[in-house]
Every structure is written in C-alpha cells, then in structure tokens.
C-alpha cells in the first residue's frame, strides 16, 4: 500500500499510508477499517501501521482534513504540521503506550478525535495530565478500551468548554459520578456515552460530592448506558441532569421500576433492548414505566417478544414511535393499533409475523400512523382492506417477505402513502388493480421479484411517482413511460429485452436517473433529460452514434460489460459527460484494439474516470490528450503493458490518480509517473497491491523503483567500470565470432576518413541505388511489385541489390551483407510481421542503423507492408525508435493509390 510522497529519487513515495480525496472517496474502499466515513469534502489519509509522520508526510503539499492511523506513543508536536486537521482517529497498535502531555496541542482546528486502545484490561496505556491542551475547537471525544480505574484520574478538566459529545465505551468506568465530577465545567455537553463498562450502582453523586448550588450544572440531552451490569438505581441520581431527554438502559440489569425514583420525571426516548430478564409480563411493565416517564419514543428491540395484545399496551397509548423489531413475534392481537392512539412510527422489522391484522374490524376507525415497518417477516398475502384504518400511512415496507398474492383492494385507505417498499418478494404478477388505490405514491421499489407479467398501465394513475424500482423481470416486456410525467428514476433489472417506449409523441421525459441491468434494452424515445445512467449487461447501447444521441446532457455514465459480445465502445459524442466508470471492458477492448484509444476523444468536460478490468493494454497520451479537465483517475484491476512517457501531459487539473490491483512491466520508464506526481507538487498519487512483471518473474512495481532504478553516482561509476572490463574480457574471447562487427567497423573508419578528407556523399560512386531487406516469405511481393516498378518502369530506371540475386557465391554471407550496404545509396526496409520476427532481416537493420550513424545520412526508408499496432512494434525498440523520428511509407491496397506509392518511393531513393 503506497502513497507517492516520500523521497525516490526526485520524487515521493510513502509504503504505510493512503491519501484520498473528496472525489476518489466515493470510488474505492478503504482497506484499513477506520471506524467512521468522512464528509465528502475531505482530504483525508488512512496508515495501516505505526508510522512517523514527521517522516512519512514530510513534503506534503495538501492540507488534510481527516487521519485514520495506528500509534504507539504520542508525543508533543506529533502532529505539529496538521493543524488545519479537523477529524483525527487512532488506534492503540500494541498492549502499551502513552499519550503525553501537550500531544495535540497543535490540532487548534480539531473537531473530532478517536482514541481507541488495544484493550482495556490487559494494555497498559496512559494518558498524561494535559494531554488534550490546545483543542480549544474540539466537538466530539470519543475513548475505546482504555482502563479509567487501573489509572484513577479523568483527564477532561482540560476540556473545552465547547465539547458537545463525549464517549467512554469499554474504558472500565465503575462509578458514572467520577465521570460527571470531571465534566461539570463543560456547558455546551450534551452527549454522554458510557456504554460496555463496570457501572453497577447509579450513586446519588451530590451524596457522596456535595453539589452546592450547582444541582443542574449538566445540561445532558443524551446518556447511554448499554450493556452494563447496572442493577440498581439510587434515589435522585439522576437529578441533576432532569432535563435529560434521550436514555438507553439496553442490556442491563435493572427492573425499570427503579428509574421512577431516579429523579427524572420525562424522558422524550428510552431504550429498553435485552430486557428479557424482567420476564413475564415484559411488555406491559415497561410500557407502565413509559407512562410515567411520558415517553414519546419506545425502543423494545431482542426482547424475546412472541406476541403483542392490547392489555399489554395499554399503558403505551401515548408513545408516538414503537420499536419491537429484532424479536421472535409470530402474531398480534386483531387491531392492535386502535389501543396505540397516538402512535406516528410502527416498526416490527426481523420478526416472524405471516398476517397483517392492526386494523380494528370497524372500518370506519383511523389511525395516525405515519411508519410502517414490517420488513424481514414471513407475510404471505396482502388482504383486502388489511390496512384501511392507515389513511395518514406516509411510508410502508414489507420488504423481504414471502408476499405472493396482493388481493383486490389491498391499499385502500392508503390516500397519503408515498413510499411503498416490497423489495424481494414473490411478486410474479403485476396486476393494473394493485395501486389504483395510491394516488399519492412517491416511490416503489419491487427490485428482487421475479416478474412474469406486467399488465399494461399499472402505474397510470400514479401521476406523482418520481421513483420506480422494478425487477427482475423475466419476459421481454415494453415500458411505456409517458404515463409517469414525474417519474425522476428509473430502475429496471431483467433477464430479457425490455423496450422504453412514449405512446404519446410530444411527450418530453423528465426522468434524469435511470439504471438497467440486463441484456438488453432498447430506447425508442429520447431522455433529454438524463443526468445519470448506469448500465450492466447491455453491451449494445452504446455501440452506434443513434443511441448516444438518447444520452446528450448525460453527466455521469456507470458501464459495466457483460463479456459476452463483441462491440465497439462509442462514447464521443456524450460532449456533456462529468464522471464516467468503466467495468468489465476485457472482451470490448480487444474486439477493438486498434481504436481504444479514440475511445474518451472530446470527453473534454470529463472530471472523474474510474477503470476496473478495462483491459487497456497501454496507456498512451492519444487516449488522453482530451481530458483536460480530468481531476480523478482510479485504474483497477487490470495489466498495463505501456505507460507512455507524460501519457496525462494535458491533464493539466488531474490531482488524484490511483493505480490498485496493477501489474505494471518491470522497466525504468515507468519511473517517470512517480517524477511526474511530485512535479506537480499537489498530486496525490496511491499504487496498491501492484506487482511489476519480468519474464517469469513478479515483484513489488514501487520495490522495483527504489531498487533498480534509484542508483547513487558513484555506484553508477563503479557499475560502469565492471561492465566495461568485463565487456574487455568477453571480448577478446569471442572476437573470431564478432568479426563481421569488425568488418563493418573497418567500412565505419572509411566513411569517416572520407568525411575529414572533404569527400561529399555525393560524389561516391555506389554499385547500386538501393539495397532491399526482406523476409524471404515475402518474396513474391519484392519479385512481382518493388522490381518491376524500381527496375523495368522509369525513368529513372534504377538498380536494385537483393541477396538470393546479387550476393557474391562462395563469400561470407555477413561480408555480402555489408558490402551490399556499403555500396548502395539507399536502404529498403520491408516490414512485416515476418521480417519482425527473422534474425537476418534484424541483422540487416542494424547494419543500416550503423551505417545511417557513421555516416550521419538519411540512407534509410522504412515500407510498411502491412499493418502492424505500436503495442506490436514497442517490443523491437530499435525499430520503435526509428519510427518516432523518420517519416516511413505503408503499402496501400487500393490499386489507385499505388501509383502514387511508386513515385513516393522513388523520389525518396
């Protein structure tokens, strides 16, 4: 896991942290779980071991906003060069540490801090006096698994009087007023947390710490108290903090009825959760503490709860919100809800419910419910009139049961609901009855059933409905969308053609996000409205220029292929596009290997690119030059052969680039991005479990760079000087095998005498105008097309030495070879993927390319016979090189063009 950031030659590179930004957030995971997600306009940095920071953020650029890191200790101006740092998590890395006085002095812009140790009893951690000085502007302090009682001292006098939320959990607190002793002074305190520790008692503290006339000095709104062994409740404990509207008692060991004698006579919100220890009867004692407390929300969550009747709600008949989720309920009482007047939120998510029966059997009573959660049970069938009694039900979920009959009149009375959720159900049928009823609706979500048929216009009178969440559906199905005017996002999966079609002409869609998953979907209207599309599957879409211009305002494009089909991706007339995320491209990219790089031209508004498995096998500045506005660029998943020399040179407002999960060439050249990113000062560039590939060989690609390609200059000396004795060596004892470079170094030593003698190329006189290289495959071309034309058809009639007709018989082929170089004005090199791979043909080219540099004359031309891809020809690298600086000729098959081929070619000799 790196971040390029510390020294590498010129450059920077970090091994135990990543950087990202607000954009790249949203694109990748954080592999080091921080405990949190940060706001979207954070630069944060996430470090998987104990790291220097002084070190390891030495020359950043960036200010960060967030840090997620481990630690040992923690010393004074630790974090001296963070102090724009407004979010700061740590996590204990071992059983021992300390944090020091004065350590975040520095943070004077720190809302937000997490210390979490390795454990709570067996470390040994220490917090010093004045270790939390200088956070005047600190919001939330949150402490993990550190042991208050082993050290006997609260560091929070030191506090601002600013915090507003402050959590112990795990941290062996054994008395609550030792804790509240050392907060008093902090007014703006609002949210305590104390879950998980030894708590046993709540002590009266102004008993045993006389309070003077500060008996309501804590304004607390919030105070948890989860999972401790709390079994007993002193008289007027809680009375200094009477104002307190939130509490969770969950999992603990009290009878409830103590809480009446604590002091408090209100609590807006109790949790009750793990109470099943009160035993029989639960429900109704708790909802008898409810009563008196006047609460308005009741939480009764994995309270071993199999039934819910009306005599044990009786007393619950002013709660607004009740939680009985996460129980084992198998039935309620028929009309339960008429006993729960003023109940706004019903939620019996994860239970083990089969009928729906709140609704007294009088028709003509109503309710005020507003929330009905019944997600996660085992409800067969919606039954007519089953929720009439809910005319002011806003939000309905039955998703994930076993729902496969939804009878006539189902939603009646359901004037007002507007969110309806019947996600993975076994839903097959869509009747046009099922949501006459639901003239309000807002959003349905029916993703997970398996659809067989849809009837036409089941949604007509839904005039309002802005969301429709629809899947899978099983047979190819036409969606006519001009009956949802308001429709906003579409969401269809299918496993068969779906068409979107408009059975009114005029009509203008005003959907602006729309999701399809499935082979294939076929658009007939345009969406002038789109915003944001995401596709999986449908490989067709986005193959012809008659199907983008469905997509012209598009902003934001997710594409995922299926693998099945080939297809050209076409995504340059989308002038609009803002972030685009390419998935799965293997099999489109080498359907269409010659034109990948076309594939982002004039995306030039483009800010955010994210490729997984694109199957781009090199990276070169072509595929890029448009991306001017490039700010994010996330590579996934794949191998990259080449990565071009300045390949984002006109990204000139790329500022994050992440390589993950790459497998780059082992070469030097590579070197060149990490130079790049630190040129560039505010780049963040990350590499993650990457490996640089060699022959048979893998390794670390970034390993790879500091070893091989950072060498001091003396080394470089010392290097240099073995080599070249070595060389010395091996060269007196292949000498007799190397003669033929002897032989063409004596014709070197000629040509450079000729030069100092003043003698012009010009005037030498060559035996014959050009020497032709060829692969002998490709001998009938050279006999039946370059002869004929160079020989036979003039003038100039010219004359051509080839080696199966002019080489001298009986002498040294070698020798033929550079003498029929020597003595010719011009060199003709035939290339094909033949010659490529023929060692003479390679020979031959290597005499010429010595002969072109002894004599520093343009002697060579280069025809291309056929077409052969730069990935093909970056592997000859003497051949690549030519290309770059010589102009070449390619052999066109049209016959009109040839003639103007053969005058090219002979104006060239």
Not at 31 to 48: I, M, Q, S, W
Not at 642 to 658: D, H, P, S, W
Request: aromatic share 12%.
């Amino acid at each position: 896991m790196h971040i390029l950031l510390q020294s590498f030659a010129r450059g920077w590179i970090s091994r135990k942290c990543f950087l990202y930004d607000a954009v790249s957030s949203q694109y990748t995971y954080y592999k080091f779980p921080c405990g949190r997600t940060f706001p979207e306009n954070f630069t944060f940095a996430l470090c998987d071991t104990v790291v220097s920071y002084e070190t390891e953020f030495k020359e950043i650029i960036c200010q960060l906003d967030g840090l997620c890191s481990f630690f040992e200790n923690i010393e004074p101006d630790t974090f001296i060069q963070f102090s724009n740092l407004k979010i700061l998590s740590l996590f204990g890395a071992f059983d021992h540490g300390v944090v020091y006085s004065g350590a975040f002095q520095n943070l004077e812009n720190l809302l937000e801090l997490l210390l979490s140790f390795h454990d709570s009893l067996a470390s040994h951690f220490t917090i010093q006096k004045g270790a939390f000085q200088g956070l005047s502007k600190l919001r939330v302090l949150e402490i993990k698994n550190y042991n208050f009682s082993a050290e006997g001292y609260y560091p929070f006098k030191e506090l601002s009087t600013s915090l507003e939320s402050l959590s112990l959990k795990n941290s062996v607190v054994i008395d609550m007023c030792d804790i509240l002793q050392s907060i008093q002074h902090i007014a703006a305190l609002k949210h305590l947390n104390l879950d998980d520790n030894k708590i046993h008692t709540l002590h009266n503290c102004c008993q045993a710490h006389p309070c003077g006339t500060t008996n309501d000095l804590l304004n607390l709104s919030t105070l948890s108290l989860r999972e401790n062994p709390l079994h007993k409740i002193e008289v007027g404990s809680l009375y200094y903090i009477k104002d307190i509207r939130v509490i969770d008692l969950s999992g603990t060991e009290l009878t409830v009825q103590d809480l009446l004698m604590s002091g408090i006579h209100k609590i807006e919100n109790i949790s009750f959760s793990g109470m099943s220890h009160i035993g029989k009867d639960l429900i109704e004692r708790l909802c008898q503490t409810a009563y008196h407390l006047q609460v308005k929300n009741l939480i009764l969550t994995q309270n071993d709860i199999l039934d819910l009747s009306s005599k044990a709600l009786s007393k619950c008949q002013a709660v607004e919100t009740l939680d009985v989720s996460y129980n084992f309920m198998k039935y309620t009482e028929a009309g339960i809800l008429a006993s729960l007047k003023m109940l706004k939120q019903f939620i019996l998510s994860v239970n083990k419910l089969t009928t729906i029966n709140f609704c007294p059997l009088n028709q003509t009573i109503t309710v005020s419910i507003t929330h009905l959660d019944l997600s996660y049970n085992s409800v067969l069938v919606l039954k007519s009139n089953g929720l009439v009694c809910m005319d002011t039900l806003q939000y309905l979920s039955l998703e994930n049961n076993k729902i496969s009959i939804i009878e006539n009149l189902a939603f009646s009375g359901l004037r007002r609901l507007s969110e309806l959720n019947l996600k993975e159900n076994r839903i097959s049928v869509l009747e046009q009855h099922y949501f006459t009823e639901l003239k309000d609706l807002y959003s349905v979500n029916l993703l997970g059933n398996n659809i067989h048929e849809m009837s036409e216009g089941v949604f007509k009178d839904q005039a309002s409905l802005q969301e429709l969440h629809l899947g899978n559906i099983m047979k190819q199905l036409s969606l006519d969308i001009s009956e949802l005017q308001s429709l906003q996002t579409l969401h269809l999966q299918a496993n068969d053609e779906i068409t979107i079609l408009s059975s009114k002409p005029r009509h203008i869609s005003s959907l602006q996000i729309f999701k399809m998953h499935g082979p294939r979907f076929i658009l007939e209207i345009p969406l002038p409205a789109l915003k944001q599309l995401h596709v999986k599957g449908n490989d067709d879409l986005f193959t012809s220029s008659e199907s983008i211009c469905f997509f012209i305002h598009l902003e934001t494009l997710y594409f995922q292929s299926s693998g099945t089909r080939k297809a050209s991706l076409t995504l340059s007339k989308l002038y609009n596009l803002k972030h685009l995320y390419l998935k799965d491209l293997y099999y489109t990219t080498e359907y269409n290997l010659a034109g990948f790089e076309l594939v982002f031209q004039n995306l030039t508004k483009l800010e955010t690119l994210v490729l997984v498995g694109s199957g781009f096998p090199y990276f070169t500045f072509r595929m890029f030059k448009d991306l001017t506005s490039l700010k994010s660029l996330i590579i996934e998943d794949q191998r990259i052969e080449t990565l071009a020399f300045e390949v984002f040179r006109n990204c000139i407002n790329l500022k994050f680039l992440l390589f993950n999960n790459i497998i780059f060439q082992c070469t030097c050249k590579n070197a060149w991005i990490v130079l790049w990113a630190a040129a560039k000062r505010d780049m963040i560039l990350n590499v993650q479990d990457e490996v640089c590939a060699m022959e048979y060989q893998k390794s670390k690609f970034v390993s790879f760079l500091d070893k091989t390609c950072d060498i001091s200059v003396q080394f470089a000396f010392f290097l240099g000087s073995t080599i070249f004795v070595l060389l010395f060596i091996i060269f007196t004892f292949l000498s007799k095998k190397l003669g033929w470079h002897i032989v063409y170094f004596v014709y070197i030593i000629r040509a450079r005498l000729a030069k100092l003698k003043g003698q012009k190329p010009g005037r030498i006189k060559y035996k014959h105008d050009v020497f032709v290289s060829y692969s002998s495959k490709d001998e009938f071309w050279v006999i039946h097309e370059l002869i004929p034309n160079l020989e036979q058809k003039g003038p100039p009639f010219l004359k051509v030495c080839l080696h199966n007709r002019d080489f001298e018989v009986g002498k040294d082929i070698v020798d033929n070879i550079v003498d029929s170089i020597y003595n010719s004005r011009k060199i003709i090199c035939v290339i094909t993927h033949h010659y490529l791979r023929s060692e003479w043909c390679s020979l031959e080219m290597r005499m010429a390319t010595y002969k072109v540099l002894a004599e520093s004359q343009d002697f060579l031309i280069l025809v291309f016979l056929e077409r052969i891809s730069p990935y093909e020809i970056s592997a000859y690298h003497r051949l690549a090189k030519m290309i770059k600086k010589k102009t070449y000729v390619e052999w066109p098959e049209v016959k009109k063009e040839q003639l103007l081929f053969w005058e090219r070619l002979k104006n060239s000799i």
